[in-house]
């Protein structure tokens, strides 16, 4: 079993709880248009290919600074392009006592994947994004619809996995109220959502952008204020 690496962290301390060893893959479905990321949309050859084996004992090595809560975190790209990896890499951390953190979209689920039912088994906690509940906001900010997304949301609530709900607010784009409204109560009919995080939006990405040849769908765009935030925290809380 071998997982296509993008790079690693190895003190995360918003990826989940405590202070997390973070490893990012390569590959992505989604091409949201604030991806801070877009080097590892693709499997391309600069991954690094490494086993599970090799990705905990990399990670091990910082288990002293984890504390109690800390653990492994898989993000992106997408972890649920390389289902079995991640559950692989999931079960050997369980076996050790490490706790695991999934950071995902949901975009890749699908009800009856073995592998995926493999996974959460062994997952923790999940960061779920949910960037728009509008279907036609989504495919605007994300490309794609998010039909599978809610889907995996409603899953994890059925199999009562500890869920963070995470909504970045661009200015103009996802912060109308609306849109927050809905979200609020999509969360609301969870039995399983342990925290919500509003994030703002930043350009921090754009360079990497650039260096790849993309032109930057935000240009131009404000990054959000506290205000803003905190007025979209209000309205999804409500």
């Not at 893959?25 to 989604?30: I, S, V």
């Not at 609306?178 to 999509?186: H, Q, V």
């Not at 260096?211 to 506290?226: I, S």
Request: with cysteine.
């Amino acid at each position: 079993m071998i997982g296509r690496i993008h790079s690693f962290e190895s003190f995360g301390a918003a990826d989940g709880p405590g202070v997390r060893f973070i490893v990012f893959l390569h590959g992505c479905p989604l091409r949201c248009v604030y991806c801070h990321n877009p080097d590892t949309w693709a499997n391309d050859k600069s991954a690094m290919e490494l086993s599970p084996e090799e990705v905990l004992k990399r990670a091990l090595r910082y288990r002293d600074y984890w504390g109690e809560k800390g653990g492994i975190t898989v993000s992106g790209g997408e972890p649920l392009l390389q289902t079995e990896f991640v559950a692989e890499l999931f079960e050997l951390a369980h076996a050790k006592g490490v706790t695991t953190c999934l950071d995902t979209s949901g975009a890749s689920f699908r009800r009856g994947d073995a592998a995926i039912e493999r996974l959460i088994a062994a997952t923790d906690t999940v960061l779920l994004d949910i960037k728009a509940l509008d279907s036609k906001l989504h495919r605007e900010v994300t490309g794609a619809d998010n039909l599978q997304i809610l889907d995996f949301a409603r899953y994890l609530s059925e199999k009562s996995v500890p869920t963070w709900i995470r909504r970045v607010i661009v200015p103009g784009l996802t912060d109308g109220e609306d849109d927050l409204k809905k979200t609020g109560e999509f969360i609301s009919s969870l039995k399983n959502v342990e925290r919500v995080e509003v994030l703002p939006y930043h350009d921090f990405g754009i360079e990497k952008w650039r260096n790849l040849g993309l032109k930057y769908p935000l240009e131009g765009f404000p990054c959000a204020d506290d205000a803003l935030v905190q007025r979209a925290r209000a309205i999804i809380t409500a």
